[in-house]
């Protein structure tokens, strides 16, 4: 949970939530791993009119 209004649990973990056990949003988002590119495949640009 986190508050965009306030800013709690956004960037480091708010004393306002002693319930929640997770990471704030920041450390979330730094913990998801990147996809694996196909590097082996051919180049593949979406062109949009």
Known sequence: PT???TGDNIM???DK???YE???L???IDGL???KRPTDKPLR???QD
């Open 26 to 28: 920041i450390d979330a």
């Open 17 to 19: 939530m002693p319930w």
């Open 3 to 5: 508050s965009g209004w």
């Open 33 to 35: 791993k990147a996809p």
């Open 45 to 47: 640009l979406p062109i």
């Open 12 to 14: 480091e973990k708010s």
């Open 22 to 24: 997770g990471p704030c």
